[in-house]
């Protein structure tokens, strides 16, 4: 089985096969299942796995067998399912959990997609999507009247130039400042302390 799947988040994904009977091989990148364009092209042959579970000849199961990979958000990652049965009972359950904890089990729709080979696309070229991607912190200061220290998180997600989706974390601190002035009294020799807050 292969196709592309579409990470909707820049991070690490763990694939697992929960049971294997009697043995698959999950390979996850252009290096290791197909070459970018060329689904239906000869397999690259590799041993480079990202999961390889083997059910021993009349032994156990191998279970909760797991593999991660590191994927960019909006960028089709090349994978593939090799899968064997002898004699008679099968089984091979096939999970991912996304970045935000969320499993995805069996049923892949709306993460992985199937497309005809073509070797001219220009897209098919992008060896390393880092390079494609950008991380970047911005900082904005701005008033703030409060008299305690607030911090929020919120994750957005933004379009690029490149019509590419990428989440985005903001991270809001609003810390109440105080500005101490001093002065010294002519009448006496008693500091004067007033604190401003802004």
């Known amino acids: 089985m292969t196709g592309y799947f579409l990470p909707p988040q820049t991070s690490s994904y763990t694939f697992r096969f929960a049971k294997v009977d009697d043995s698959a091989i999950l390979s996850v990148g252009g290096d290791v299942a197909f070459g970018c364009c060329a689904q239906e092209q000869p397999q690259i042959t590799s041993t480079n796995f990202t999961i390889n579970g083997i059910k021993p000849w009349q032994g156990r199961l191998p279970d909760n067998i797991a593999g991660t990979v590191y994927m960019y958000a909006g960028f089709y990652c090349p994978m593939k399912i090799v899968y064997s049965n002898a004699v ?3 089984t091979l359950p096939v999970s991912v959990e996304l970045p935000d904890g969320t499993t995805v089990s069996d049923d892949f729709a709306g993460y992985v997609y199937s497309f005809d080979d073509d070797l001219s696309q220009p897209n098919c070229t992008i060896p390393d999507p880092s390079k494609h991607t950008t991380s970047t912190i911005a ?3 701005e008033p703030w009247t409060g008299t305690f220290t607030s911090t929020s998180t919120e994750m957005t997600t933004v379009t690029g130039t490149n019509g590419q989706p ?4 903001v991270i809001v601190a609003k810390t109440s400042t105080t500005a101490t002035s001093s002065s010294l009294s002519s009448s006496s020799s008693e500091q004067i302390t007033s604190s401003i807050t802004s």
Do not use: V
Request: aromatic share 10%.
């Open 88 to 90: 008679s009972w099968h």
């Open 139 to 141: 900082t904005t200061t």
């Open 166 to 169: 990428t989440d985005e974390t």
